[in-house]
């Protein structure tokens, strides 16, 4: 793995850009503007989360900051809160009336929830979860499109103390199964069906299809979204609008422990299923409210639009805690952004005045590729700052994010966090940090960010290393769920229990600036999101053709990485286009459309070494046309020029 990251940094050599300052008007009217709040985090990192910690609403305070026994950290130690309180019942005195949740579907209507309507809603949900069965401790599945109802879903879980489990929509049911079976789940939230470019996607079947193979479900609630038809199985399915009607409309939240689970968030592992990622209360409440304030200055006229989905990661951190917990107003969008016309973003921006645009380089890609015209059709004055999140961001499409959507006017925080850490980590604040593109720049204050070697050792400036993180923060990974020896194994077996791997590697410029280089583990980061290739190879493996396949992560000029697929076929097997077809729609069937592959090479024979062990690295370079090194080391070195003729055959890159 060291030599990989070698290896890679030399092809990474980035041109060293000049520093952008942030504009002066706004560093003056930023919410943090003093570099000194870098200082006081190092002096005394305890000293300042307890500090920011007095940001959120408690019913009891902590009586520790910091419980450390590596890997094990437990933060505000004693305290107790409520993420639903926090994220709305707090705002009710001052900010009743401001809306909360701003709603456009993809046909263009509008829903709105002020903080009042959405705590109605929450609390009415909240006690028909109860009716329900749900209690305390429940792990609740929430299958959910881009609509207000998943928000809700979310904040009436926390407000009962029943820790969510939120499943992207687009994952195929044979996801959603194996999720459900996981956490054990006996109650699952859905919708009859959601728009995507035009059409409309049955998701009520899909859910009955995941549910299914899951052992443990007991009730369903449906969401009457679309009003389309579908089945409804007495006793399990009841609607979401009939089960309200008969709740009350006022709920207490539960007093939670600060280090009670608040949701779990599956997330693709190197090998075998994936893995539940378990993150508690106090700690991430501090951590997600904090971030969002200082990285997106959030205010209170602000327009906030996080393009994310609620099923991931920075929906949950970014969409729901983070700027709800500030009282902000999130945009919400259902559907695709070339729907009806490449200019649907730009469009919603300059109708709804949208201040704060927080998206993924995948998405910035893909309108650079579209071209400048389609937001040069549209006023976009109302931008203030932008954001991108999920992979990094390499300098062109920054440059072009930065002169066609912000004018020049808009910091841009290229953010650098992941699931496991549930906040931003590395990222500028816009009112201090003068950007480079492509950079991510430095630790958010109180987080010590390092470049390791494989021994542990830091490494100078120029060279590439793994992205360590040494010192807990707030809110970070507690465990994977039902899998301690997985949770240690992944990320503090490295270097010690006290060394987070992030699995990243990254190098420091001469500014000390950070620039992330890529996985060092087996997973292939698609459009921001993470699939691993034991789950990618595993649904290429079954189909009954097939006797071993490998998969690469390919440069895509849009999604930033697709799926590349090397498949052995069994004896007399046909090698032709129906086949790929049928392994191509397996992939889709078994993890969701989004991992469909870029391209299939039928080969007789992978790069192995002796022991029959696949060169992962050599496969990489191959499939990207890159020069595979040393080749000495493999079994059958032959094998390596027969698979650059037939990637090169496929013109995929």
Known sequence: MGAWIMEETIESKLEEYELINPPEDFVKQANINDPEVYKRAEDNPEKFWEELAEHIDWFEKWKRVLGWEPPHAKWFVGGKLNASYNCIDRHINKRGEKTAILWEGEKGDIRKYTYNELLEATSRFANALKNQGVEKGDIVTIYMPMIP???IAMLACARIGAPHSVVFAGFSADALADRINNAESKYVITTDGYYRRGKILEHKNKTDEG?????????????????????????RDVWWHEIIESADSTCEPEKMDSEDMLFLMYTSGTTGSPKGIVHTTGGYMVGTHVTANWVFDLKEDDIYWCSADVGWITGHSYIVYGPLSNGSTIFMYEGAPDYPDKDRFWEMIEKHKITIFYTAPTAVRAFMKWGSEWPEKHDLSSLRLLGTVGEPINPDPWWWYYKNIGYEKCPIVDTWWQTETGMILITPLPGITPMKPGSPTNPFPGIKASV?????????PGHGGYLAIERPWPSMIRTVYGDEERFINTYWSKWGPDKYMTE???RLDNDNYFWILGRVDDVINVA?????????ESALESHPDVVEAAVEGIKDEIKGEAVFGYVILSSGSKEDEKLKQELRDKIVKDIGPIAKPKGIVFTDDLPKTRSGKIMRRILKAITNNKDEGDTSTL??????DELKRKVKELDVN
Not at 528 to 536: D, F, K, S, W
Request: proline share 4%.
């Open 528 to 536: 921001g999101h993470r699939l691993g290739t034991m789950e990618l």
């Open 504 to 506: 990243d590697a990254a």
């Open 211 to 235: 549910i299914s193979k899951a052992e443990t479900v007991e009730k369903v609630i449906v969401v009457n979204h679309l009003d389309n038809e579908i089945e409804i199985k007495p006793g």
């Open 452 to 460: 390791l070697d494989d021994e542990g050792n830091k490494i100078e």
């Open 635 to 640: 079994q059958n070195p032959e094998i390596v």
């Open 149 to 151: 109802e998943a928000v």
